[in-house]
């Protein structure tokens, strides 16, 4: 006779199963869509070709090998940032504003603990670089990449382009992935915000490690 502790782990098992392959069909959709953004920012600048593909092949390291991975370090997936970072500057004239300020304390806790899914960052930076108006002359992206106190944030803002946007079928998409992976894993234990403030759109996504079950 089934007791109520047996379902309830049964119950249990099947939520986890769940979450895995929820999880796995958020990931597929990410890969090829990061891989065409950095091919076309690439081939817009074959002058910097050499560059790129160096910045781009720890890119492609990190999708192939890391992504795999349910959990990740901070540490890793800040270093795998700042590269997606270096390949998406070939965009910009050399006159952009970008600014790129980290607040990392390499003696947390958390930072080398595998406590973080791999290529969370990823949607806050390419949207960034994406609509960002980068042809005026006033325009930037600010990026502030912090792990300290036992949480890991990441701050995006640019200014709005003034070109009418094209719509897109699937616009949007990476952004409600992201909101999914993190309600899956983290619960309340993270805040994600997105809008806009005066001519700028502001992204903001914070993780608590402290009350997290990872």
């Known amino acids: 006779m089934q007791t109520l ?12 199963k769940a979450k895995f392959l929820e999880l796995e069909s958020i990931s597929s959709k990410l890969n090829p869509h990061l891989f065409k953004n950095i091919l076309n920012s690439i081939q817009s600048h074959a002058y910097q070709t050499y560059y790129a593909i160096d910045k781009m092949s720890g890119v492609l390291d990190y999708i192939l090998y890391e992504s795999q991975k349910e959990r990740v370090t901070p540490k890793d997936e800040l270093y795998f940032t700042q590269q997606l970072i270096e390949v998406n500057k070939i965009k910009l004239s050399p006159l952009f504003e970008l600014s790129v300020k980290t607040k990392i304390d390499t003696e947390d806790s958390f930072y080398n603990k595998p406590v973080i899914p791999p290529l969370i960052t990823v949607d806050l930076i390419e949207n960034a670089f994406k609509h960002a108006d980068i042809q005026s002359q006033d325009s930037f992206i600010n990026i502030v990449l912090e792990c300290r106190n036992a949480y890991f ?3 995006v803002s640019n200014k709005i382009s003034s070109q009418p ?5 699937k616009s949007g998409i990476g952004l409600q992935n992201l909101e999914k992976r993190l309600n899956l894993i983290y619960g309340n234990n993270y805040k994600l915000s997105f809008g806009i403030d005066g001519d700028s759109y502001v992204a903001q996504l914070k993780i608590d490690f402290k009350d997290a079950t990872t």
């Open 5 to 16: 502790h047996d379902f309830q782990r049964q119950n249990a098992e099947v939520h986890e």
């Open 153 to 155: 944030k990441i701050m």
């Open 165 to 169: 946007k094209l719509l897109k079928e």
